[in-house]
């Protein structure tokens, strides 16, 4: 089973239909298919959802999240070893504490991360990244 890790980019360019779009579709439908696993931090899920709360309201991004959900992605909460290891990313001064979880997850469950977003870059010799 392929697990991949969504950062709130890749999910903010899929509801926008953004360049990328595309695909996110093709991991989502292929996890679908096979079986696959996807998942996010809900940190990065309230990412998600301040994002849309911004240029919306709290009521649409309400609605968004519930999407989320229904869409089969694992939202993970944070234990102690994914927070150390978001803290351990943060260290380095390169990404928001938000990124650094979904870093550590990626880290932790040794799978790639879905993003588009290039403060990544600073961590693609310590995780796998699937730019979009």
């Known amino acids: 089973m392929t697990t991949h890790v969504l950062d709130a980019y890749a999910l903010m360019v899929f509801f926008e239909d953004e360049p990328g779009a595309d695909t996110i579709r093709q991991i989502m439908e292929s996890a679908l298919e096979k079986g696959d696993a996807l998942m996010m931090s809900v940190v990065n899920l309230g990412e998600v959802w301040y994002a849309i709360a911004r240029s919306n309201s709290p009521e649409v991004a309400d609605r968004y ?3 989320i959900h229904r869409m089969g992605i694992e939202i993970i909460n944070p234990d102690w070893a994914l927070t150390r290891q978001a803290a ?3 260290v380095r001064g390169k ?3 938000a990124d650094c979880f979904a870093a550590a997850l990626s880290a932790l469950y040794h ?3 879905v993003t588009g977003d290039k403060e990544f870059e600073s961590l693609q ?3 796998s990244i ?3």
């Open 65 to 67: 999240v519930e999407e």
């Open 88 to 90: 351990i990313f943060k």
């Open 95 to 97: 990404l928001s504490y």
């Open 111 to 113: 799978a790639p991360l």
């Open 125 to 127: 010799k310590d995780i």
């Open 130 to 132: 699937l730019w979009v």
